[in-house]
């Protein structure tokens, strides 16, 4: 199957828009071309404030006046490079809405400045805050999910992992879980659009420590052993056809139906990897965030 004519045309003009490589550039100008991309979004939200997660900067959506919402803590994509609390407001604002409960967006260190584990420690951190704290945020601590898209995938199945506080659900959009970067998609897709494997390696090369921090569980979750697995809140999965990333997180969610998790892996054929991101631009995001949507609601009303 090609690739859906929207996400065509987008690809179309992102390339257009590209004179250099991405994997060619210095951080601080991928940083820049990235947010130079972004289309801030228009949607209202009944609450947006900034939040300080014990000296983690964070931002907080409320759908609503409720004092016992639900909680998505959701971490932001980029590699682990780029990306912020503005470069995934849009996508924040519409969780919160669609879903009816909050969104706490985390605003972790990036690499190369920070290299793993800073990330990883300030989601866990973050999300350890927002359960300890959830009565000044207007949510019962007892139905939190975490949530987030590629980079912020992994953080997100990362912390589930870890047990930090009870999750009711995880959100794992195209999620990275294996830094060893072997899956078959990988090849398969080196050349896609937005994110290729050269990309890829680039923000693997900036986070990672060395090459023994790529079988840390907090690095590739894909490693857990099924005992811990058993454990894990209901997820569901996103991947894209044309991402390289597409077999590894279609794996990680195999993996949890293998052992007894309510794990629902959709792959969005004719997209791309970024495309939950272009709410305005593709009927494949809004799909995508109609059913994450729903089932947050479900796992968190």
Same mark, same amino acid.
């Given at each position: ?6 996400? =065509?045309?987008?690809? !179309? ?35 947006? #404030? ?30 682990? &490079?780029? +990306? ?6 849009? &996508? ?14 985390? !605003? ?8 793993? *584990?800073?990330?990883? !420690? ?5 999300? #350890? ?13 007892? #139905?939190?999910?975490? +949530? ?17 506080? *009870? ?53 590739? *979750? ?11 809140? *209901? ?5 894209? =056809?044309? !991402? ?41 995001? =809004? ?15």
């Amino acid at each position: 199957m090609p690739l859906h004519p929207q996400a =065509q045309a987008v690809a !179309d003009f992102y390339a257009a828009m590209r004179t250099t490589p991405f994997e060619e550039l210095a951080p601080n100008d991928a940083r820049a071309l990235y947010n130079a991309w972004q289309i801030p979004s228009e949607e209202m939200v009944f609450e947006i #404030r900034d939040v300080d997660a014990g000296g983690i900067p964070c931002r907080l959506y409320r759908p609503s006046s409720d004092t016992d919402l639900g909680l998505l803590v959701f971490f932001h994509g980029g590699g682990w &490079v780029i +990306g912020d609390l503005d470069s995934h407001d849009g &996508v924040c604002r519409s969780l919160a809405n669609k879903s009816g409960h909050a969104v706490l967006s985390v !605003d972790y260190r990036l690499a190369p400045e920070h290299k793993f *584990p800073a990330a990883y !420690d300030d989601c866990a951190n973050a999300l #350890r805050w927002a359960h300890d704290n959830a009565s000044s945020l207007g949510v019962d601590k007892t #139905r939190i999910a975490v +949530g987030g898209d590629s980079a912020g995938g992994n953080l997100a199945a990362a912390v589930a992992l870890a047990e930090v506080v *009870p999750l009711r659900f995880q959100l794992l959009i195209y999620p990275a879980v294996d830094m060893s970067m072997k899956s078959p998609s990988i090849e398969e897709n080196a050349t896609a659009p937005i994110l290729t494997k050269s990309v890829m390696a680039w923000f693997v090369s900036h986070y990672m420590r060395n090459s023994a921090d790529h079988k840390n569980i907090q690095a590739s *979750p894909i490693v857990a052993e099924d005992s811990l697995l058993k454990r894990m809140p *209901p997820a569901l999965v996103i991947t894209a =056809q044309f !991402d390289p990333l597409r077999d590894e997180g279609e794996a990680y969610g195999k993996r949890l139906v293998e052992n007894g998790v309510n794990c629902t892996i959709t792959r969005y054929n004719g997209a791309f990897h970024g495309f939950f991101n272009m709410i305005t631009l593709l009927d494949d995001a =809004q799909s995508a965030h109609a059913q994450a949507s729903t089932l947050l609601k479900k796992y968190l009303d």
